[in-house]
Nanobody, 122 residues
Framework: QVQLVESGGGLVQAGGSLRLSCAAS????????MGWFRQAPGKEREFVAR????????DYADSVKGRFTGSRDNAKNTVYLQMNSLKPEDTAVYYC???????????????WGQGTQVTVSS
């Protein structure tokens, strides 16, 4: 079992930045691909980012490419999502996911956090 706890969400103005963190417990995640997803009101959950076990390989949704950066610190059992140049359409609940397989929108993950709200005002 893996427990995931996201933090770092909040309210920010358009153009601003936030850094999300996802702390894992119950199992060392250093050997596993991790993912970030988001779900906006009235929409399905969508892929945001994939981070390989080493952090050396990443994928991003087209809508966030060039603005968001995923990283990880395996010594801290934690992954991050740095979000810059935020837009109102980035408003969503952001979820961290662990032990993932696949790439881009086909990413499938076994464990999920409870999510953290990100709200971007115009």
């Amino acid at each position: 079992q893996v427990q995931l706890v996201e933090s770092g969400g909040g309210l920010v103005q358009a153009g601003g930045s936030l850094r999300l963190s996802c702390a894992a417990s119950g199992r060392t995640i250093g050997s596993y691909t991790m993912g970030w997803f988001r779900q906006a009101p009235g929409k399905e959950r969508e892929f945001v980012a994939r981070i390989s076990w080493s952090g050396g390989s990443t994928d991003y949704a087209d809508s966030v490419k060039g603005r968001f950066t995923g990283s990880r610190d395996n010594a801290k059992n934690t992954v991050y999502l740095q979000m810059n140049s935020l837009k109102p359409e980035d408003t969503a609940v952001y979820y961290c996911a662990a032990i993932c397989r696949g790439f881009y929108r086909d990413l499938k993950c076994d464990y999920w956090g409870q999510g953290t709200q990100v709200t971007v005002s115009s």
